[in-house]
């Protein structure tokens, strides 16, 4: 374990207006890279350019978190949407953040759905060639999503970059994808547990599944969600637990 590195990702500019949700300078302190809202979901133009100029002044990468557009759901309703329009409208997201990235000094790394989007490009082939097709019309950029979707087969297909993630706040099942925010227990609540799963998950390659179960989970970047309570204080827990355990937290690109 002593050689592995791992990445720390976490949901940032999830704002609108005079409206804030996460505490992104607290969390550009612990995280490597930010997955940065792109407006359809969360974001606006102020707070993606205070994001990016933020995190290319402490060496933390930018990535586009694109979602459905469902600013009134934050991007968690299901939705469909025909696959010419989600590529473009996934483009244009990827666009606009590289913008605030540039003029930062930065660019954006990489790309990671949000939300419903995340969750059907997993399971649904057609939507995941959608978002595949949106991020080559942006550029060739490494695409971040849950091992054994079919997002990252259809990106490895696309010949773009495929970084796996874990999440140590969330409720797995038994076949290795999250259990539904509709259901309960769906999020880990207790920090000591989100804690413990984070090195389980990054130094042992594991997770423990609601029903008991053992399951694999083969990731290069662990997110621990920005929208959740103490947000800031637990991400730092978990850096300081998975350096504790011998890992060098570091980012993917």
């Known amino acids: ?115 419903a989007l995340y969750n059907r490009a997993v399971h649904d082939a057609e939507q995941a060639e959608a978002v595949v097709a949106g991020v080559r019309l942006a550029g060739s950029l490494p695409v971040l999503g849950l091992p054994g979707s079919r997002l990252l087969d259809a990106a490895a297909a696309a010949g773009l970059g495929t970084v796996g993630e874990a999440f140590a706040d969330r409720a797995y099942t038994a076949a290795g994808t999250l259990v539904p925010r509709r259901e309960p227990g769906s999020v880990i609540e207790d920090p000591d547990a989100v804690v413990a799963r984070s090195v389980e998950l990054a130094g042992d390659g594991w997770v423990t599944t609601r029903t008991g179960e053992r399951v694999a989970v083969t990731a290069r970047s662990l997110c621990v969600h920005g929208d959740t309570p103490g947000a800031a204080r637990l991400a730092a827990r978990v850096r300081a637990a998975l350096e504790a355990a011998g890992l060098r937290v570091a980012a993917f690109v």
């Open 1 to 115: 374990m002593a050689d592995a590195v791992i990445d720390l990702n976490a949901d940032l500019g999830e704002g609108f207006g005079r409206w804030a949700l996460t505490d992104d300078d607290a969390l550009l302190s612990v995280v490597t890279s930010a997955n940065v809202a792109c407006g359809f979901h969360a974001g606006d133009p102020a707070t993606m350019r205070r994001v990016c100029e933020r995190a290319a002044e402490r060496g933390v990468r930018i990535g586009a978190q694109v979602s459905y557009r469902d600013l009134a759901g934050f991007g968690r309703r299901a939705m469909d949407v025909p696959p010419d329009e989600l590529a473009a409208e996934v483009a244009y997201q990827i666009g606009a953040l590289e913008v605030f990235a540039r003029a930062a000094g930065s660019a954006v790394s990489y790309v990671k759905p949000h939300g």
